[in-house]
């Protein structure tokens, strides 16, 4: 009987020890031998992106009115024809040429009524808009032709005046302002007015004087210079 207390008390002693040594943490995981290569570092992380500033020259919204109008004009045609009736140059049909936007050249045959002739000249616009105004000048000449047919239908000739208009030409200059409507790009209609200067020839001054006085034995042709108002209207299309 004292051999069998005994042997419980020794049981019950051991069961705390038990519990305690099944209660204890796990052994730390063995380390890395010392001659292995330690693991590389992670990446560093990537900085983020700032926008880049656009410069003040080469931003559309700062680009100056003088580079953008350049940039519009790039494609505009620079070839045309010019189509126009007026005084003192009568019909008139030219080419143009558009070396820059605020100027044109034009250069072309032209017909008074009377004969044919030429004429060049030159027009500069202020600016583009769908009413511009305008500054041309221009030189003509026409070649010497029959007249008495025009100036028969407003008055009777008398012989004298038959024979000093059957050989007339004439030069002339004009200076005109005008306003235009329409494209100047592309197409416009344009009527224009100012001063003419005319330089008459008359070649048969002295049959026409003993025409009248048969006793007239020489004359010489005068040299005239007239001043008068000058007017055109027409149309112009720029097509290359």
Not at 17 to 33: F, K, T, W
Not at 159 to 174: A, H, T
Not at 176 to 202: C, D, K, M, N, Y
Request: glycine residues 8%; proline residues 13%.
């Amino acid at each position: 009987m004292r051999t069998a207390l005994l042997a419980l008390v020794a049981l019950l002693a051991a069961s705390p020890a038990r519990g305690q040594q099944s209660l204890s943490p796990p052994p730390p995981p063995p380390r890395p031998a010392a001659g292995l290569p330690a693991p590389p570092p992670p990446p560093p992380a990537p900085e983020p992106a700032t926008a880049t500033p656009t410069s003040p020259a080469t931003s559309p919204a700062t680009a100056s009115p003088l580079v953008a109008k350049e940039k519009a004009d790039d494609g505009a045609p620079v070839l045309g024809v010019l189509v126009d009736a007026g005084f003192p140059d009568g019909i008139g049909a030219s080419l143009l040429y558009r070396p820059a936007w605020f100027a044109r050249l034009h250069g072309g045959a032209t017909y008074n009524f009377m004969g044919p002739g030429l004429r060049a000249g030159a027009t500069l616009v202020p600016f583009q808009f769908f009413l511009t105004p305008t500054l041309s000048a221009e030189y003509g000449h026409t070649f010497d032709a029959d007249a008495t047919r025009v100036v028969s239908i407003f008055s009777k000739l008398s012989p004298s005046e038959k024979i000093l208009l059957r050989s007339v030409g004439y030069d002339y200059l004009s200076v005109q302002v005008g306003l235009e409507t329409g494209s100047p790009r592309t197409f416009a209609w344009f009527t224009r007015v100012g001063l003419s200067w005319i330089w008459p020839r008359v070649n048969d001054v002295q049959a026409a004087a003993q025409a009248q006085n048969a006793s007239i034995t020489s004359v010489s042709r005068p040299k005239i210079r007239l001043v008068t108002p000058s007017i055109s209207t027409g149309i112009y299309l720029f097509v290359w």
